[in-house]
């Protein structure tokens, strides 16, 4: 477990001080990406119940919620903040933060090459989520989620 002493006094608002965080030091930069949205997405005076930041299936998970009542685009915006944390876990080593990828050696975990323990990289998974009944998915580039376009369905007989 890791302290993360940073981040909590970054956003001591946000973050119980005696909190720990079941995760590497490697995802600091994420966790401050997911907390600096988290800290723009709640109306002032709304409190983040954080009960737990932790690794599972090799991504970052943080459950948390606010307290009290909050308008629907609040939820939304703390799901998509969610949503880009587990995302961007994948991208970064779990140890050092150094660019990884998702590594599968009796469990899985993210790691370069230096962590890799001699794990291949698995090919990328490109989940999405629906929020508010549209779906999205990351875009490594633009590090944001991006609308997933359908694609159009080919008439039944159709020649690829």
């Known amino acids: 477990m890791t302290d993360f002493s940073n981040l909590k006094t970054k956003y001591p608002d946000l973050i119980p001080i005696r909190m720990d965080f079941e995760c590497g030091p490697g995802w600091e930069k994420v966790l401050d990406k997911y907390f600096g949205e988290v800290a723009v997405a709640l109306p002032s005076g ?24 909050v ?51 698995l090919p990328p998974d490109e989940g999405g989520i629906k929020l508010d ?8 580039g633009l590090d944001d989620l991006v609308v997933v376009t359908p694609r159009a369905k080919r008439p039944t007989g159709a020649k690829r």
């Open 46 to 69: 709304t409190r983040l119940r954080l009960e737990r930041v932790y690794e599972k299936y090799g991504s970052l998970r943080v459950d948390a919620m606010p307290e009290g009542p």
């Open 71 to 121: 308008a629907n685009l609040v939820h939304l915006a703390l799901d998509k903040a969610e949503f880009l944390a587990d995302s961007r876990s994948y991208r970064y080593c779990e140890t050092c933060g150094e660019p990884a990828s998702l590594r599968d050696k009796h469990w899985l975990y993210v790691a370069c090459e230096a962590h890799a323990n001699g794990a291949p990289p």
């Open 133 to 140: 009944g549209v779906a999205y998915e990351y875009d490594e």
